[in-house]
């Protein structure tokens, strides 16, 4: 691998290629099913979110579909048009405004979530139930060791003063 001696820099290389298709493999399988509903993966993570959490901020919702707060407003500006969430004034606070299903999205998402829970495990099937368990656990702890590692910029300036 050009430029990689460490061993372990070259594993995680190869482990994170392995994760980025077969994420993308899958997304291919269930995003048909999807498009044919005029639904977006995270526009229906947006509304399965609603549906299992309850009415959420902007800002709650984002961090539970890992979207940024502007692509937040556009989405739920599109679900909005479609009449199947609404935004509505925390009572509590006013100046809070919370993002809620509509009655026809609640239908629609009550609907479209068991089939499309269905699909994830087709498209995932090459693997037995005891796999995916632990496919699970691997993958949470990588994604919590990943969120506090230190990254970005900084760590390729260092990279290449050793180069």
């Excluded at 639904?39 to 399965?48: R, W």
């Excluded at 407003?73 to 609404?86: F, G, I, M, S």
């Excluded at 999205?105 to 368990?133: K, S, Y």
Aim: aromatic fraction near 2%.
């Amino acid at each position: 691998m050009y430029g990689v001696v460490d061993p372990a820099v070259e594993e995680a290389v190869r482990a994170y290629v392995k994760l980025m298709r077969a994420s993308r493999a899958v997304l291919a399988r269930i995003e048909p099913a999807l498009a044919a509903c005029g639904l977006t993966p995270t526009q229906l993570g947006v509304l399965e979110t609603l549906l299992h959490k309850g009415a959420m901020t902007h800002r709650e919702l984002g961090r539970k579909v890992l979207t940024s707060a502007g692509n937040m407003t556009d989405l739920v500006d599109k679900l909005e048009r479609r009449n199947l969430v609404r935004r509505v004034r925390d009572a509590a606070d006013r100046r809070a405004v919370r993002v809620e299903l509509t009655d026809p999205g609640r239908a629609m998402i009550q609907e479209l979530f068991p089939r499309h829970a269905m699909d994830i495990a087709r498209a995932m099937a090459g693997l037995p139930p005891e796999d995916l368990r632990h496919l699970g656990e691997l993958l949470r702890a990588l994604g919590m060791a990943a969120a506090r590692a230190d990254g970005g910029c900084a760590s390729l300036e260092e990279g290449s003063a050793e180069s």
